[in-house]
């Protein structure tokens, strides 16, 4: 313990604090547009200086650890007046299109400048050219609105372990963006989006395909179908002031029916479908000397992350195809000809917690019979934009149910949101296809929780599922480096490119760093959907009547020629 001064009170505080932390525990939050526990703290915005008796200029207290005896100022004249200019200094260089940035009334900028009380920006002068870099199908670059702040840059190289983004140039032509100003399309990104997340300002966002579904739901000549990711309703309330890990299923359902989606469905079903054909690849490959170990396919960042970087392991990957892309490749086949739709008719819309789905989606190989599986992919953000647009009070709805026709869905469907839950919904399955029994211990926490890389033997019958989880690529990546040196020997990993799994996706509602340090998003949504899972009355994929009706009038068996074509795919090597 150490004790200092805050505004003349003299407290006694941790001495691994910084004065920033310290401030806080006396409830004095401290602006800062930079700072980021443990990913960005570099004390770069300069926004959160506080004056400390005795030294010589002013300090920026989110890297200024607390010393006995100091003593602080966190609003004097000298504080306030310097946090004004360094902030009208960024305003000045900022291109300050609010009324119609995607971040407009949620940016941390716009709020900072509001909290100081700037109404007038004394330094016009020069601007930097801003340059929009929209090639890729998943992340819009705007340099005119970034501030440099550089949590994009750290998120990317200390967290995903990718380093896509960096500055470049110095003084005021400094840039943050891909090496060599090449497009984000040219460089090996993986689009999850994690950048965007953590983006204060309206830098980097999804690229939008919201015009492209208004203009199938206007256009009658099309079966219009939604599904929704299982991470969407965890996050899909914040849009709307709900707190942070409000389930909001039944409402998110009901808005889809009153935007005017001709069906709506989860993709928890082909979720459920995913179990089948992943469990009956992995015991094919234990059986038969296959390649192991299997590593899940669903997560499209995680599949680039690979390609680009673990070529080796390719063949490790299920031939899966993501829960989505195969509910698109059913709803343009079974249910086209259940329905007497012509498929071509038929637009799929998929509603995902990610930007990654956006390229997945592109993939050349994501079609059967030259229809592509999905026709766009929209995020949850995009979600509440088109909700907000058609002015649909959210939180005032009613709950509803999913359309009957492939709206069934189980408890282990719901949790592939969240990390670890893939493999807890193989597990379920796996356990009762090898001993023949209705097992009833089906929750299996060793694989739940935010440790970056989980490991679980799971005893099944007479054989030993070694198993492990990573989630976030700089997880993922050091446990993929075991295995090349051989000091591994799983039979089943789960890896999803975001840490905390889909819940945290580069598609989901921004969080702000005030709010990050002192809530573990990741957890809060994650209760969410085992919550959700807990009151299920079918808790295992192949308990689920419809997935049981679709083997037997469709796809006769798991791993079928037929589930073959529609269901799996290839890699780039
Ligand atoms: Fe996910 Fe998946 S769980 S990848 O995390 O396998 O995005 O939510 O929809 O497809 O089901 C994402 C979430 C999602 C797929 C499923
Ligand atoms: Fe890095 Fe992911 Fe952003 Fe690409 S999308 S720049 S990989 S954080």
């Not at 960005?40 to 200086?49: D, P, S």
Request: with cysteine; proline share 3%.
């Amino acid at each position: 313990k150490v004790n200092i001064t805050i505004n003349g009170s003299e407290v006694s505080v941790d001495n691994n604090l910084t004065v920033l932390e310290a401030a806080k525990l006396q409830g004095i939050d401290i602006p800062t547009l930079c700072f980021l526990k443990d990913i960005n703290e570099v004390g770069a915005c300069r926004v959160c200086v506080v004056e400390v008796e005795g030294a010589r200029s002013l300090q920026a207290s989110c890297v200024l650890p607390v010393r006995d005896g100091m003593k602080i100022k966190t609003h004097s004249k000298q504080v306030r007046e310097s946090r004004k200019e360094i902030v009208e200094l960024i305003l000045a260089n900022h291109n300050r299109e609010c009324l119609t940035c995607v971040r407009n009334k949620n940016c941390e900028l716009q709020s900072v400048a509001d909290e100081l009380g700037i109404q007038d920006i004394r330094y016009e002068g020069a601007k930097r050219v801003g340059t929009i870099d929209d090639f890729s199908h998943s992340i819009v670059r705007d340099s005119s609105k970034c501030i440099l702040c550089g949590r994009c840059v750290n998120v990317c190289k200390k967290v995903q372990t990718i380093g896509i983004l960096d500055f470049a140039e110095r003084g005021f032509n400094t840039t943050v963006g891909p090496a060599f100003n090449m497009s984000m399309n040219d460089v090996p990104c993986i689009y999850c989006g994690q950048c965007i997340n953590v983006c204060p300002v309206g830098a980097l966002r999804e690229k939008s395909e919201i015009e492209m579904v208004w203009d199938a739901l206007d256009d009658d000549s099309k079966h219009v179908i939604v599904q929704t990711a299982p991470a969407v309703r965890a996050g899909l309330g914040e849009e709307f002031g709900l707190p942070i890990g409000t389930r909001v299923t039944g409402k998110m359902v009901s808005s889809l029916k009153k935007i005017g989606f001709d069906q709506v469905f989860d993709t928890n079903f082909a979720a459920d479908l995913t179990i089948m054909e992943e469990g009956t690849e992995l015991l094919g490959r234990i059986k038969n000397g296959g390649k192991l170990p299997m590593i899940t396919s669903c997560s499209p960042g995680w599949i680039r992350f690979c390609e680009f970087n673990y070529p080796e392991l390719l063949d490790n990957l299920s031939s899966c195809k993501s829960p989505h892309q195969m509910f698109g490749a059913i709803l343009k086949s079974y249910y086209a000809k259940q329905k007497n739709i012509d498929p071509k008719d038929i637009f799929v819309v998929s509603i995902m917690p990610c930007t990654s789905k956006k390229t997945e989606s592109k993939r050349d190989e994501m079609e059967v019979n030259s229809l592509r599986d999905i026709d766009a992919v929209l995020t949850t953000r995009e979600l509440a934009r088109m909700i907000k647009e058609a002015r649909i009070n959210f939180t005032e709805l009613n709950d509803e149910e999913f359309d009957s026709a492939l709206g069934e869905y189980s408890g282990a469907g719901v949790i592939f949101g969240a990390t670890g839950g893939v493999m807890e919904a193989a597990l379920r399955t796996v356990a009762d296809v090898v001993t023949g029994e209705d097992i009833k211990e089906i929750e299996y926490t060793a694989v739940r929780g935010i440790e970056g890389v989980k490991e679980a033997n799971v005893v099944i019958g007479d054989i030993t599922v070694k198993a492990a989880i990573a989630h976030g690529t700089g997880n993922a990546r050091k446990l993929l480096d075991k295995i090349i040196a051989g000091e591994a020997d799983y039979h089943f990993i789960e890896v999803m490119g975001c840490e905390g799994g889909c819940v945290n996706g580069g598609g989901q509602p921004q969080v702000s760093g005030k709010i990050r340090d002192m809530i573990d998003v990741r957890v809060e949504r994650a209760k969410a959907l085992y919550e959700e899972d807990a009151i299920m009355a079918v808790r295992k994929s192949h308990e689920n009547k419809t997935i049981q009706k679709l083997y037997k009038e469709f796809l006769e068996e798991p791993n079928s020629h037929i589930a073959h074509e529609l269901l799996h795919t290839h890699y780039a090597k």
